[in-house]
T-cell receptor, first 112, second 113 residues
Framework: EAQVTQNPRYLITVTGKKLTVTCSQNMNHEYMSWYRQDPGLGLRQIYYSMNVEVTDKGDVPEGYKVSRKEKRNFPLILESPSPNQTSLYFC???????????FGQGTRLTVV | GENVEQHPSTLSVQEGDSAVIKCTYSDSASNYFPWYKQELGKRPQLIIDIRSNVGEKKDQRIAVTLNKTAKHFSLHITETQPEDSAVYFCAAREGNTGNQFYFGTGTSLTVIP
């Protein structure tokens, strides 16, 4: 089954404790993205990747890191999480940048 | 960078009526405009998209129109049904400088049976 898989689905952590949210797709897509969704603000792109070893900042990259060592995986890293990073996070992938994006199930992160 | 504005933020319609959601964008080089539907507690899913070389696209009860001159695009849903109730997001793909996406802030559509 074609899918985008994120883990974990829910995470509560403390300020400053490094964490990684994983994202994997099995569709051989080139383009992958991370978004955060906050009430009233819609979806905001954090980082995106056009292909392996190619990553670029989105609209709200501060406090986040990503890597794309393999085509299928695109982890989101928070080196020192802060409460303002409490949000719902979505990973998405698409064959190309201008084709349908498939979203993961979402990760609800709470930083206390 | 691009700026996408979406209106209205909430919309209620009677079942069977039409619903229209409008978005404007600022970057004239933007060239791909998808619409996503997000049901409560679920992930966003693409319902229709349009590219800048096309003025209108239709898929059954859903249509999207694009006016490049005015830099706005609209989602039209006809013969609305209760299952159309959801949050709808428009988006624009940046044209010249990269492949970044900008989303509108969403429209919460309620279809009243």
């Amino acid at each position: 089954e074609a899918q985008v898989t994120q883990n974990p689905r829910y995470l509560i952590t403390v300020t400053g404790k490094k964490l990684t949210v994983t994202c994997s797709q099995n569709m051989n897509h080139e383009y992958m993205s991370w978004y955060r969704q906050d009430p009233g603000l819609g979806l905001r792109q954090i980082y995106y990747s056009m292909n392996v070893e190619v990553t670029d900042k989105g609209d709200v990259p501060e406090g986040y890191k990503v890597s794309r060592k393999e085509k299928r995986n695109f982890p989101l890293i928070l080196e020192s999480p802060s409460p303002n990073q409490t949000s719902l996070y979505f990973c998405a992938s698409s064959l190309l940048a201008n084709t349908e994006a498939f979203f993961g199930q979402g990760t609800r992160l709470t930083v206390v | 960078g691009e700026n996408v504005e979406q209106h209205p933020s909430t919309l209620s319609v009677q079942e069977g009526d039409s619903a229209v959601i409008k978005c404007t964008y600022s970057d004239s080089a933007s060239n791909y405009f998808p619409w996503y539907k997000q049901e409560l507690g679920k992930r966003p899913q693409l319902i229709i998209d349009i590219r800048s070389n096309v003025g209108e696209k239709k898929d059954q009860r859903i249509a999207v129109t694009l006016n490049k001159t005015a830099k706005h695009f609209s989602l039209h849903i006809t013969e609305t049904q209760p299952e159309d109730s959801a949050v709808y997001f428009c988006a624009a793909r940046e044209g010249n400088t990269g492949n970044q996406f900008y989303f509108g802030t969403g429209t919460s559509l309620t279809v009243i049976p």
